[in-house]
């Protein structure tokens, strides 16, 4: 049986992701693909309770290194548990939101050296990496406004702009070190462009 493909789907806060996962499993499922859907942090009882550590507001103030590690303790728990055993019996991974996130937040947010997460990246993923990774980019007022519209605002949707400026760049300039993987579709067109861009993207990797 052929290992599965694991594709990753990123982006800042409020482009997207939700609407377009379901899609995009739609399309997979549409073309005979068998797959699950899980997210990071998440995706097993204990990586869900670390979740909501990593996403509570009112905790005390979290040391950078102490996020970075929760991260990636969330991580080693998901490759284990769900991600492996589902590539290895030929089943695909969508996930929403990998270790580009943790370049991303952790990287471009908290401004944390990218050779201490590359470090951890190989201490817990071993070889594993995305086979494929839709990044979803919008400027980011756009993204923060539907972020609030959607309700109460988590740790990290509570940073400043200027946080939400520095992930986003970070995201794009990890397209830019890994173009062949990372393919960047702009959210701020109408959906109808949005979903044909994934086809075509999808597609391809699918041929
Ligand atoms: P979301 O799933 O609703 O996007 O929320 C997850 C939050 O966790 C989001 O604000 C980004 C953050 N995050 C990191 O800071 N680093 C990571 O490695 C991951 C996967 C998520």
């Known amino acids: 049986m052929p290992r599965g493909k694991f594709i990753t789907l990123e982006g800042g806060e409020g482009v997207g992701k939700t609407t377009n996962l379901i899609f995009i499993e739609n399309y997979l499922k549409l073309h005979d693909i068998p797959v699950i859907i899980t997210r ?40 284990k548990h769900v991600i492996e055993p589902a590539l290895t019996t030929g089943v695909w991974v969508l996930c929403d939101r990998f270790t580009d996130a943790t370049f991303a937040y952790q990287g471009g947010g908290r401004n944390m050296k990218n050779s201490t997460i590359e470090w951890l990246e190989n201490l817990v993923q071993g070889s594993l990496r995305p086979d494929l990774t839709l990044l979803l980019d919008a400027p980011v007022e756009i993204g923060l406004e539907r972020a609030k519209s959607r309700g109460i605002l ?37 959906l109808i462009d949005v979903e044909n861009e994934l086809i075509n993207v999808i597609g391809n990797f699918i041929r």
């Open 40 to 79: 990071e942090p998440g995706g097993t009882a204990l990586a869900e309770k670390l979740r909501q550590l990593l996403l509570d507001k009112n905790s005390e103030i979290i040391s950078e290194n102490a996020e970075l590690l929760l991260v990636f303790a969330a991580r080693a728990q998901h490759i």
């Open 154 to 190: 988590d740790r990290f949707e509570s940073e400043k702009i200027q946080f939400f400026e520095q992930v986003r760049r970070a995201y794009l300039l990890q397209a830019e070190l890994h173009p062949s993987r990372i393919k960047v579709i702009k959210t701020n067109q109408p």
